[in-house]
């Protein structure tokens, strides 16, 4: 058993106390600590990252064996799906953590602040890797507590009505998820989700199987902000100081929303044709409705998280075009395409979608407001800043050679290879209201003539936030390789047959 | 914050302490009957806040108070997660394995790290929702100077 | 089944609650009950026909048990529904002393 794999989630829990301690005798420690647990998270990932491949690691916690093939521990489980998450996850934290050094020195009290943050951290690693449902839920709940603090962090008006209504909406997500699993509970009298894969593959009764079905997907769907669960977000999401804006929106709604969705519906329940194409109309709703409500934005931060909706959509209808096709049980060499492109896309949004927050945040810091008709002028007075979000602009709207058009493409085409010629049509046109969204974001920000106020002395942001942003927008132009076929073996392929082919999971888990 | 008479403060003095003793009972015992470290910290902390709550306390005391139960709060649950990484080094080296000697079943001293484990959570538990009392008393207190 | 037909309808006692009530302490005082019809619906889960309570007695010997693991569960949860509640009701403070009302049609600075 790999000894690596409780490290993700113990690391940071202590890492969060020892702050706490430490934190209030010796100055500026916090922010040390907190960057080296980080640097260390990173540095594991990518190794499990490169060393997992097509092999599946299961971690039994406490060392209780399964008895008579039936599994009594708490499993955690490490396959290619996995990695590539916990990737995602720890490298977007690592970067804002580097960033939130100078932006966070304006708030009071940063203790709690790098604390909770690695709370959060440690929450989101443990949903990802945890192999029976009632963990998942566990882990759930610390990282959402965590982020409903962290949202109302400068304790002003907006922040608190934001978080109010993040943690109302929360809450209901967290007990239909946990009425779903008592439901689970009572028919197959286990937890272990390779188990339940069994014992539901034996037989079910259909009206228990859709009332199951219909309570997971409303309940992460509330924590995934797909539509018609949305209303938490354009407000959590920019009334947050921008690291946190950038980690909620970056990585929390894919980690503990998509993710499970995406393990549960093909890992765990049989696919049936229904509920993939009332999954696939989703996608496609959060698709169109997100952009048109984000054009007519004149906030920064509320045009991006609504554009967050709208890409989420992109990776929900991509994978509900491979659910139907496996549903349907033919051509399943373009379910993998489809599926390949919604996580290649998952992948590009949390590089594009943090940048892009964090260089909200710098103009935020330098100019002190978020409307897009006060500013102007920004590109000779901050240069790094206006040249990443050029960069972060054209990845979100899909010009080549940066990443977003390459997972676009892919998508693109395996819609229009599964006859699917409306669904692709409508990913065209939201593409194209996407871009023209970004050119207004990009005029108005940084390519206006500044028309007043030479007197403020606007200047470059301090070298940390630099140096995240820097760092993310090289990331947003290799990201682009990952098409090329010789490196889509290694990252991607392992992904797309672990969710392909559940008996496999249920088979390397359980011995059976 | 104003106390209450005198009546009232005798009776929570003496009752404060039967339940204090009661709460590490059950916090001690909780390998062998139900309850164990979340129960049992929730009754620990019952009787410190009746104390406070009877005897009332005026501003600086209850700050230095929080500032007090925050550091046994994060001491406790650190302790907690390296007791649980030190399955990683003695025993069969799996993370939360039980390695101490198990007793004969039924005996106080048995059952390897539960115990220890039920009384640092005890004590976490306790500290917290001391914490999370007093942080709003104190707040009441900032508002109505 | 009866019984938990009613914790279900619990829950959807709770969930109205939650959407048509106007101040913010009905509203978290009815996410709690949603909360406590889910721990019932789980311990009830684990009953089976002359159960008694999980404990093993070394004097007698074999008899049947209730299922201790959702009983298991619904420990966990009612810590973290704890955690829950207590986070709700410190924002609740907090927005009553910048807003000056607990009416949640008064509060609507972020709109659109």
């Keep these: ?512 | 914050m104003k106390g209450m008479t005198l009546i009232v403060k005798k009776t929570a003095q003496l009752i404060s302490g039967l339940i204090f003793l009661y709460g590490i009972y059950v916090i001690i015992h909780g390998h062998l009957t139900p309850g164990g470290g979340f129960a049992g910290g929730v009754i620990l902390a019952g009787a410190f806040i009746l104390q406070i709550l009877a005897s009332g306390s005026d501003f600086m005391k209850l700050t230095k108070e929080e500032l007090g139960s925050t550091m046994y709060e994060n001491l406790a649950i650190l302790i907690a997660v390296f007791l649980s990484l030190s399955g990683l080094l003695f025993g069969a080296k799996v993370f939360f394995i039980n390695w101490l000697p198990k007793g004969t079943p039924g005996e106080l001293v048995s059952a390897g790290v539960m115990p220890l484990y039920n009384i640092f959570i005890g004590i976490e538990v306790a500290a917290s929702i001391l914490t999370i009392f007093l942080a709003l008393v104190i707040f009441k207190e900032e508002i109505s100077e | ?112």
């Design chain 1, 1 to 512: 058993m790999n000894p690596l794999i409780p490290l993700f989630v113990a690391i940071p829990l202590a890492g969060a106390f020892l702050i706490m301690i430490l934190g209030r005798f010796i100055r500026n420690l916090n922010k040390y600590l907190a960057s080296l647990i980080l640097l260390f998270l990173v540095v594991v990932s990518f190794w499990s990252l490169f060393t997992t491949g097509n092999s599946v690691s299961v971690y039994k916690v406490g060392g209780w064996e399964a008895v008579n093939s039936v599994p009594i521990g708490i499993y955690m489980v490490l396959d290619g799906f996995t990695a590539i998450i916990l990737c995602i996850i720890n490298l977007i934290g690592f970067l804002s953590v580097i960033y939130s050094i100078s932006y966070i020195a304006r708030y009071t009290s940063e203790n709690y602040f790098y604390s909770l943050f690695c709370l959060m951290m440690a929450g989101m690693n443990g949903v990802v890797l945890s192999g029976d449902i009632f963990n998942i839920f566990v882990f759930l709940e610390i990282s959402a507590i965590s982020s409903y603090a962290l949202v109302a962090f400068g304790v002003e008006k907006n922040e608190l009505e934001a978080t109010f209504k993040y943690q109302v909406l929360g809450g209901i997500a967290t007990f239909l998820i946990l009425m779903g699993i008592a439901l689970i509970y009572w028919e197959t009298k286990t937890l272990n989700i390779a188990d339940i894969r069994n014992v539901f593959s034996t037989g079910y009764d259909r009206k228990y199987y859709l009332l199951v079905q219909i309570l997971l997907l409303s309940g992460f769907g509330l924590k995934a902000a797909i539509i018609p669960f949305h209303a938490w977000l354009p407000d959590a999401h920019s009334s947050a100081p921008s690291p946190i804006s950038a980690m909620l929106s970056g990585v929390l709604i894919k980690a503990v929303g998509i993710y499970v969705i995406i393990r549960l519906f093909f890992n765990m329940f049989a696919i049936s044709e229904g509920m993939a194409i009332l999954i696939t109309s989703l996608g496609s709703l959060s698709m169109v409705i997100g952009v048109f409500l984000a054009v007519s934005q004149w906030d920064i931060k509320r045009l991006l998280a609504y554009h967050s909706i709208s890409q989420m959509g992109y990776v929900i209808l991509s994978v509900g075009i491979g659910m139907i096709l496996i549903s349907r049980g033919i051509r399943t060499e373009i379910a993998a395409l489809a599926i390949a492109g919604g996580i290649f896309h998952l992948i590009n949004h949390a590089a594009f979608k943090g940048l892009l927050f964090l260089n909200a945040g710098a103009i935020e810091y330098s100019i002190g407001t978020r409307n897009l008709q006060e500013m102007g002028g920004l590109s000779k007075t901050m240069p790094a800043t206006s040249a990443t979000s050029l960069v972060a602009s054209l990845s979100i709207s899909g010009i080549p050679p940066f990443n977003g058009f390459f997972s676009k493409l892919i998508i693109i085409v395996a819609a229009i290879l599964a006859k699917f010629y409306f669904l692709a049509l409508l990913a065209v046109i939201v593409s194209i209201i996407t871009l023209a969204s970004f050119m207004k974001f990009q005029r108005y920000a940084f390519f206006n003539k500044a028309d007043d106020d030479n007197s403020r002395t606007i200047k470059e942001v301090p070298f940390p936030m630099l140096f995240s942003m820097i760092v993310l927008g090289i990331i947003c132009l290799l990201l682009s390789i990952l098409v090329f076929p010789g490196i889509r073996e290694i990252i991607l392929t392992p992904a797309t047959d672990i969710l392909m082919d559940p008996s496999k999971y249920a088979s390397q888990i359980t011995g059976i």
């Design chain 3, 1 to 112: 089944m009866i019984p938990y037909y009613l914790c279900f309808i619990l829950f959807l006692v709770g969930l109205y609650g939650v959407i048509t009530r106007r101040n913010l302490v009905k509203i978290a005082i009815s996410l709690s009950i949603m909360e406590f019809s889910v721990f019932l619906i789980l311990a009830l889960i684990g009953f089976r026909e002359g159960g008694v309570a999980p404990i093993v007695d070394p004097s007698d010997p074999v008899k049947i048990y209730v299922d201790p693991l959702p009983q298991a569960m619904v420990l966990t949860a009612i810590v973290i529904g704890l955690a829950t509640t207590a986070m709700l009701m410190a924002v609740i403070i907090r927005i009553y002393r910048k807003y000056g009302t607990f009416d949640i049609r008064e509060i609507k600075n972020l709109r659109g």
